[in-house]
């Protein structure tokens, strides 16, 4: 009952209430185009499509295909879903280190992120123009376009009928506007409704293809080991709760001063550094990039290259090459996006201008330095985290050999970030209004 009560409480603040049936009908909206094929395709071409969708199981195809909740095998609308958008924000954030211009909006607080948005969008809708043209020829060449995505069709399997290039920049404009279109309901969502949006987003398309998932796992799998996979699952889902709360503490002490009548500061408060920093980027991140090699290799004209990128990236088996790029790309960004989220140099000088200081730490240069360094060890194990949960579902299933599941640690670390940020905003405007939220 209490939990219930918590419940009503979202709904009896109208401005929040506003937010969530706002989040609520845009993602409805998503869903939606995700349904709508685009024009010229064979309808019952798309069904043989996702009946070998469902034999593969694993394989860069199926798992881009959870992101898009069904859109690529539906050849819809909404086909690349968000991906362009993240990858286009990846290339931005790497190109800042690089690019004094990029450096220098980043540090112009709002206006310059403004800027930097505006060129995301941009590259955004370059990224959905080649992967657009990749996909239509993958799909007019049918079997040989896709092998290197770990899929297998049917023979003969025709999605384009009468192909002609008319038909072919019409697809590609539709799916580029597509992509627009989602890019603009994640940044609405984020503006209006509840949550980051395009996080929001890829948790809709992942939760959609979760029921159809967990059917195929127990028709293959049985009972016994369908059980066990669920005990593992909430076991996964408990350690990442405790992870993403886990904090280390650094204490600040602020001198006492006078001002005017009134006596200001003597006070301690502490600065939370999350173990988990970077939360659930640098999984996404990676896994966007290790889908892009085998998105390339549709149109790459040497087969040596296709087969190392099939059998290494695009296939259902987990090879130590995958596992090796996986790690490392992970632990990449758990740092870089660490250092981009917590500028030690920008902190101490906080600190030192509210005239605080750490206990032990003089202020200035030293307080720098000890940020850093608590940062950088208490990254790792968030890192190394991060990639135990990624990779040990695939290990599990591997010993049962199941193919047909393709929900790993990614997806069920998404979702659980995704919820956890959600949540804390939620609980964070009924604790202004004076309501108990569902943290507590």
Same mark, same amino acid.
């Given at each position: 009952?209490?939990?219930?009560?918590?419940?009503?409480?979202?709904?009896?603040?109208?401005?929040?209430?506003?937010?969530?049936?706002?989040?609520?009908?845009?993602?409805?909206?998503?869903?939606?185009?995700?349904?709508?094929?685009?024009?010229?395709?064979?309808?019952?071409?798309?069904?043989?499509?996702?009946?070998?969708?469902?034999?593969?199981?694993?394989?860069?195809?199926?798992?881009?295909?959870?992101?898009?909740?069904?859109?690529?095998?539906?050849?819809?609308?909404?086909?690349?879903?968000?991906?362009?958008?993240?990858?286009?924000?990846?290339?931005?954030?790497?190109?800042?280190?690089?690019?004094?211009?990029?450096?220098?909006?980043?540090?112009?607080?709002?206006?310059?992120?403004?800027?930097?948005?505006?060129?995301?969008?941009?590259?955004?809708?370059?990224?959905?123009?080649?992967?657009?043209?990749?996909?239509?020829?993958?799909?007019?060449?049918?079997?040989?376009?896709?092998?290197?995505?770990?899929?297998?069709?049917?023979?003969?399997?025709?999605?384009?009928?009468?192909?002609?290039?008319?038909?072919?920049?019409?697809?590609?404009?539709?799916?580029?506007?597509?992509?627009?279109?989602?890019?603009?309901?994640?940044?609405?969502?984020?503006?209006?409704?509840?949550?980051?949006?395009?996080?929001?987003?890829?948790?809709?398309?992942?939760?959609?293809?979760?029921?159809?998932?967990?059917?195929?796992?127990?028709?293959?799998?049985?009972?016994?080991?369908?059980?066990?996979?669920?005990?593992?699952?909430?076991?996964?889902?408990?350690?990442?709760?405790?992870?993403?709360?886990?904090?280390?503490?650094?204490?600040?002490?602020?001198?006492?001063?006078?001002?005017?009548?009134?006596?200001?500061?003597?006070?301690?408060?502490?600065?939370?550094?999350?173990?988990?920093?970077?939360?659930?980027?640098? +999984? *996404?991140?990676? $896994?966007? =990039?290790?889908? #892009?090699? /085998?998105?390339?290799? %549709?149109?790459?004209?040497?087969?040596?290259?296709?087969?190392?990128?099939?059998?290494?990236?695009?296939?259902?088996?987990?090879?130590?090459?995958? +596992? *090796?790029?996986? $790690?490392? =790309?992970?632990? #990449?960004? /758990?740092?870089?996006? %660490?250092?981009?989220?917590?500028?030690?140099?920008?902190?101490?000088?906080?600190?030192?201008?509210?005239?605080?200081?750490?206990?032990?730490?003089?202020?200035?240069?030293?307080?720098?330095?000890?940020?850093?360094?608590?940062?950088?060890?208490?990254?790792?194990?968030?890192?190394?985290?991060?990639?135990?949960?990624?990779?040990?579902?695939?290990?599990?299933?591997?010993?049962?050999?199941?193919?047909?599941?393709?929900?790993?640690?990614?997806?069920?670390?998404?979702?659980?970030?995704?919820?956890?940020?959600?949540?804390?905003?939620?609980?964070?405007?009924?604790?202004?209004?004076?309501?108990?939220?569902?943290?507590?």
């Amino acid at each position: 009952m209490q939990g219930l009560s918590r419940l009503v409480n979202m709904f009896r603040v109208p401005d929040l209430r506003n937010k969530i049936l706002f989040t609520i009908f845009i993602v409805g909206v998503f869903r939606l185009g995700s349904h709508i094929p685009v024009p010229y395709v064979d309808f019952r071409a798309i069904k043989d499509l996702r009946e070998a969708r469902d034999q593969a199981g694993g394989g860069v195809l199926p798992f881009l295909d959870l992101f898009a909740g069904g859109a690529l095998t539906n050849v819809a609308v909404f086909f690349l879903g968000i991906m362009p958008y993240i990858t286009a924000s990846i290339i931005m954030q790497l190109l800042g280190v690089v690019i004094p211009k990029l450096e220098e909006w980043q540090k112009e607080g709002q206006t310059g992120q403004k800027k930097i948005t505006q060129w995301t969008r941009y590259l955004t809708v370059a990224l959905a123009l080649v992967q657009s043209t990749a996909f239509v020829f993958a799909l007019r060449r049918g079997d040989s376009g896709f092998s290197p995505l770990g899929i297998s069709l049917p023979e003969g399997l025709v999605l384009i009928p009468d192909f002609t290039p008319w038909k072919a920049v019409m697809i590609v404009i539709t799916w580029t506007a597509g992509t627009a279109l989602v890019m603009w309901l994640g940044e609405l969502i984020t503006q209006r409704g509840i949550g980051n949006g395009m996080s929001i987003l890829i948790f809709a398309s992942v939760v959609s293809r979760l029921p159809f998932q967990g059917a195929n796992l127990y028709e293959e799998t049985g009972g016994l080991p369908f059980y066990l996979i669920i005990v593992v699952a909430v076991a996964m889902i408990a350690g990442i709760v405790t992870v993403e709360s886990g904090q280390r503490r650094i204490p600040v002490q602020f001198a006492k001063r006078v001002v005017g009548r009134r006596m200001y500061g003597g006070q301690s408060t502490y600065i939370p550094l999350k173990v988990n920093q970077s939360g659930v980027i640098p +999984v *996404i991140f990676a $896994s966007s =990039l290790l889908g #892009f090699p /085998a998105l390339v290799a %549709t149109v790459l004209p040497w087969d040596g290259a296709k087969e190392f990128i099939s059998e290494n990236f695009g296939n259902t088996s987990i090879t130590w090459t995958y +596992v *090796i790029a996986y $790690s490392l =790309l992970i632990l #990449f960004f /758990a740092y870089f996006y %660490t250092a981009i989220a917590f500028n030690p140099q920008q902190q101490a000088d906080v600190i030192r201008k509210q005239g605080g200081f750490i206990p032990g730490i003089r202020p200035g240069p030293p307080t720098e330095r000890y940020l850093a360094k608590v940062l950088n060890r208490i990254t790792l194990p968030g890192a190394l985290f991060l990639m135990v949960i990624a990779l040990a579902p695939f290990l599990v299933l591997k010993i049962w050999s199941i193919q047909t599941f393709i929900f790993g640690g990614t997806t069920i670390l998404i979702t659980v970030g995704v919820m956890l940020e959600t949540m804390k905003q939620i609980d964070s405007q009924l604790m202004m209004r004076n309501y108990e939220g569902f943290l507590r």
